[in-house]
């Protein structure tokens, strides 16, 4: 099969890994035991994330040589356009009024997720979830229209989407998913100017890592020396 058209199976991962965590593992009643929903959603992500390396280790190849020089350079770039993330996000929040952004989180998941081995478990998903989402909206969606005046559109289009597919994480709250599209959007121009997925992939690694890997490390860490509760 042509690579490139082998590419576009790449679009039926995140929606696949959505079914079945959201649809799928509830027949099973999955849900009701946190660890074992932990550990299912998981390995189901891991997966995912295969299938698309799979799919796209030869393109991810191709774009790292060309990311690669002036690497250091590049990579405080990253550091700055993340921080607009963070900016992003509060702005647009400001703007969406409170009870508006209220959201649940079970007490069941909340008290696995205090523990520092299960805490970073969790953290693999985020850690992990920039590269299929980057390839689905960034460059699937994005990057492989020819038509500069589709692009634009589309680029509102897959914004929304990326922040539609956060709705789980927010308790279901759609009103909480704006400000992720609105960062969906930001990713998208930064992968238009650079014209390379790793600059909107990097940006969005750091992002996820300093917001659930790095404080589920740290805890990690601290309870080693007795200093968690």
Same mark, same amino acid.
């Given at each position: 099969?042509?690579?490139s058209k082998k590419q576009w199976w790449g679009l039926l991962v995140i929606p696949v890994e959505m079914i079945i965590n959201f649809y799928l593992f509830p027949l099973f009643n999955i849900e009701k035991d946190p660890i074992i929903n932990l550990i299912s959603?998981?390995?189901?992500?891991?997966?995912?994330?295969?299938?698309?390396?799979?799919?796209?280790?030869?393109?991810?190849?191709?774009?790292?040589?060309?990311?690669?020089?002036?690497?250091?350079?590049?990579?405080?770039?990253?550091?700055? #356009?993340? *921080?607009?993330?963070?900016? %992003?996000?509060?702005?647009?929040? =400001? @703007? /969406?009024?409170? $009870?508006?952004?209220?959201?649940?989180?079970?007490?069941?998941?909340?008290?696995?997720?205090?523990?520092?081995?299960?805490?970073?478990?969790?953290?693999?998903?985020?850690?992990?979830?920039?590269?299929?989402?980057?390839?689905?909206?960034?460059?699937?969606?994005?990057?492989?229209?020819?038509?500069?005046? #589709?692009? *634009?559109?589309?680029?509102? %289009?897959?914004?929304?989407?990326? =922040? @539609? /597919?956060?709705? $789980?994480?927010?308790?279901?709250?759609?009103?909480?998913?704006?400000?992720?599209?609105?960062?969906?959007?930001?990713?998208?121009?930064?992968?238009?100017?650079?014209?390379?997925?790793?600059?909107?992939?990097?940006?969005?690694?750091?992002?996820?890592?300093?917001?659930?890997?790095?404080?589920?490390?740290?805890?990690?860490?601290?309870?080693?020396?007795?200093?968690?509760?």
């Open positions: 099969m042509d690579k959603t998981t390995i189901l992500f891991i997966l995912g994330f295969l299938i698309m390396m799979y799919l796209f280790h030869d393109f991810l190849k191709a774009q790292w040589r060309l990311y690669r020089p002036k690497l250091f350079r590049k990579l405080l770039l990253s550091i700055i #356009l993340m *921080v607009g993330v963070f900016v %992003i996000i509060s702005l647009v929040r =400001g @703007l /969406i009024p409170d $009870h508006l952004l209220e959201t649940t989180t079970t007490t069941s998941s909340a008290a696995v997720l205090r523990k520092p081995g299960w805490a970073v478990l969790a953290a693999i998903t985020p850690f992990l979830a920039p590269f299929a989402e980057e390839l689905t909206f960034r460059y699937l969606l994005l990057g492989k229209i020819a038509n500069n005046f #589709l692009r *634009v559109p589309m680029l509102i %289009i897959q914004g929304i989407l990326f =922040g @539609l /597919i956060h709705w $789980h994480s927010f308790g279901g709250n759609v009103y909480a998913t704006i400000p992720y599209m609105v960062v969906g959007i930001y990713l998208g121009v930064i992968y238009l100017f650079s014209k390379n997925i790793w600059s909107s992939l990097i940006v969005h690694w750091m992002l996820n890592t300093i917001n659930s890997l790095l404080p589920a490390l740290f805890i990690l860490i601290l309870s080693f020396f007795g200093l968690t509760s």
